[in-house]
């Protein structure tokens, strides 16, 4: 079927299945709307896809909202650009659209569109379709002090992979929400006066999304992003910024496959019963969880105990070297355990900004054999509103 197939094929982009592992030991988190959970933007991408206590920019509305009101302009947009999964196909894309507004001195309204198109399919009857997913948002931020502010997100979430609607098959809708904290402070190492970075976002808090009328639901990638950043200024020219992000899916974890062998006394490694497979986790529940019951399971509902729990943490480090604020050199690496995905990868990256625009592109080196990601690029450009009047101006 078409629909497993264009599925597959989203799992892909956000995991790459070791060739070593087994049933059962490789066993992710499964989630739908997958789209959700790729960095959009080039800066973050070349961090190691870290991003939640950077510094603000446009594109804070995927990684911290509430980063905003910190920002030096007044108002920005930024345009993204990832062409997706190159080493595979050649017409897979994800697109996103970020600005913001500051509002007086301690609030900002932001938003960003995230379009992610899977190119051209082509399905029985000599049909061809277009499928893709969609997301957008909103996010009101505010300064609660001097250095801490807070953000809400409301989200609506689209995503047509069908190509058949006559056997109550329809595109899914989800809405969801982020929460999300920020907070940054000077303060001094030796004689240098540093600028120590925060932050906290839960993002994605929402309903399922089912294809199927709500016969059987799929959950969204409900995520927990933690991180710190630390901005050392070298001189009056040179600044050096590190961060890290850890992430935690709150999704639960998806019964495996050798759990459903052992239970039915089949042979471990046998994998000509995954029709029934499918069936038995229907009758395990799994199913009808509740979005927030789904959250709190999530956390300590993996079969191999705390230990696989452990394993569905991700992480990302990422160094920034900055020259006059204008001139940008970035790496990072981002580690996902082999059994949950394998995402293992170098990023690297450089930056451009003048006063009214800053451009940035990314790439990533994959350290895992046959990683469909590997050579990804990313490209953003941005723009300063304030630039632009003071351009128009003159």
Same mark, same amino acid.
């Given at each position: 079927?078409?629909?497993?197939?264009?599925?597959?094929?989203?799992?892909?982009?956000?995991?790459?299945?070791?060739?070593?592992?087994?049933?059962?030991?490789?066993?992710?988190?499964?989630?739908?709307?997958?789209?959700?959970?790729?960095?959009?933007?080039?800066?973050?991408?070349?961090?190691?896809?870290?991003?939640?206590?950077?510094?603000?920019?446009?594109?804070?509305?995927?990684?911290?909202?509430?980063?905003?009101?910190?920002?030096?302009?007044?108002?920005?947009?930024?345009?993204?650009?990832?062409?997706?999964?190159?080493?595979?196909?050649?017409?897979?894309?994800?697109?996103?659209?970020?600005?913001?507004?500051?509002?007086?001195?301690?609030?900002?309204?932001?938003?960003?569109?995230?379009?992610?198109?899977?190119?051209?399919?082509?399905?029985?009857?000599?049909?061809?379709?277009?499928?893709?997913?969609?997301?957008? @948002?909103?996010?009101?931020?505010?300064?609660?002090?001097?250095? *801490?502010? #807070?953000? !809400? &997100? =409301?989200? /609506?979430?689209?995503?047509?992979?069908?190509? @058949?609607?006559?056997?109550?098959?329809?595109?899914?809708?989800? *809405?969801? #929400?982020? !929460? &999300? =904290?920020? /907070?940054?402070?000077?303060?001094?190492?030796?004689?240098?006066?540093?600028?120590?970075?925060?932050?906290?976002?839960?993002?994605?808090?929402?309903?399922?999304?089912?294809?199927?009328?709500?016969?059987?639901?799929?959950?969204?990638?409900?995520?927990?992003?933690?991180?710190?950043?630390?901005?050392?200024?070298?001189?009056?020219?040179?600044?050096?910024?590190?961060?890290?992000?850890?992430?935690?899916?709150?999704?639960?974890?998806?019964?495996?496959?050798?759990?459903?062998?052992?239970?039915?006394?089949?042979?471990?490694?046998?994998?000509?019963?995954?029709?029934?497979?499918?069936?038995?986790?229907?009758?395990?529940?799994?199913?009808?969880?509740?979005?927030?019951?789904?959250?709190?399971?999530?956390?300590?509902?993996?079969?191999?105990?705390?230990?696989?729990?452990?394993?569905?943490?991700?992480?990302?480090?990422?160094?920034?070297?900055?020259?006059?604020?204008?001139?940008?050199?970035?790496?990072?690496?981002?580690?996902?355990?082999?059994?949950?995905?394998?995402?293992?990868?170098?990023?690297?990256?450089?930056?451009?900004?003048?006063?009214?625009?800053?451009?940035?592109?990314?790439?990533?080196?994959?350290?895992?054999?046959?990683?469909?990601?590997?050579?990804?690029?990313?490209?953003?450009?941005?723009?300063?509103?304030?630039?632009?009047?003071?351009?128009?101006?003159?």
């Amino acid at each position: 079927m078409i629909r497993n197939k264009i599925i597959l094929l989203l799992l892909l982009a956000v995991m790459a299945v070791p060739s070593f592992a087994q049933k059962d030991q490789f066993n992710p988190v499964y989630t739908g709307v997958t789209s959700l959970s790729i960095a959009p933007d080039a800066r973050a991408g070349a961090l190691g896809d870290v991003g939640v206590a950077t510094e603000p920019d446009a594109n804070s509305q995927y990684w911290n909202p509430a980063k905003y009101p910190f920002n030096i302009a007044r108002a920005g947009v930024s345009m993204s650009y990832t062409p997706w999964l190159r080493q595979l196909v050649s017409d897979i894309d994800l697109v996103n659209l970020a600005g913001f507004y500051r509002i007086g001195d301690y609030s900002a309204i932001s938003s960003s569109l995230t379009y992610f198109s899977l190119g051209e399919v082509f399905v029985e009857n000599e049909m061809t379709i277009k499928p893709y997913e969609m997301a957008f @948002d909103i996010a009101y931020s505010r300064m609660l002090s001097e250095t *801490f502010s #807070a953000a !809400i &997100a =409301l989200r /609506y979430i689209f995503s047509d992979l069908q190509y @058949d609607y006559t056997e109550d098959m329809s595109p899914g809708h989800a *809405f969801a #929400a982020d !929460i &999300a =904290l920020y /907070y940054n402070k000077y303060l001094f190492a030796g004689n240098r006066e540093c600028l120590l970075g925060l932050g906290l976002n839960m993002s994605n808090i929402g309903t399922k999304i089912s294809y199927d009328g709500g016969a059987t639901n799929e959950f969204i990638p409900t995520n927990l992003r933690l991180g710190a950043s630390f901005l050392i200024p070298l001189n009056e020219y040179n600044t050096l910024s590190i961060s890290a992000d850890v992430n935690k899916l709150m999704v639960p974890t998806k019964p495996s496959y050798s759990q459903f062998l052992e239970e039915n006394g089949y042979e471990q490694g046998d994998n000509s019963y995954y029709s029934e497979y499918q069936s038995w986790v229907e009758s395990t529940g799994y199913n009808d969880i509740s979005p927030i019951t789904g959250i709190f399971k999530s956390f300590a509902d993996a079969p191999g105990g705390f230990v696989e729990e452990l394993r569905e943490i991700y992480a990302g480090v990422g160094v920034e070297y900055c020259y006059n604020q204008q001139f940008f050199v970035r790496g990072g690496y981002h580690y996902e355990d082999a059994y949950k995905g394998n995402r293992k990868y170098f990023t690297v990256g450089a930056g451009f900004r003048m006063s009214v625009f800053s451009l940035d592109a990314a790439y990533l080196i994959s350290t895992a054999q046959s990683n469909p990601l590997d050579q990804t690029l990313r490209f953003s450009l941005s723009f300063d509103m304030d630039g632009l009047k003071d351009l128009f101006r003159r």
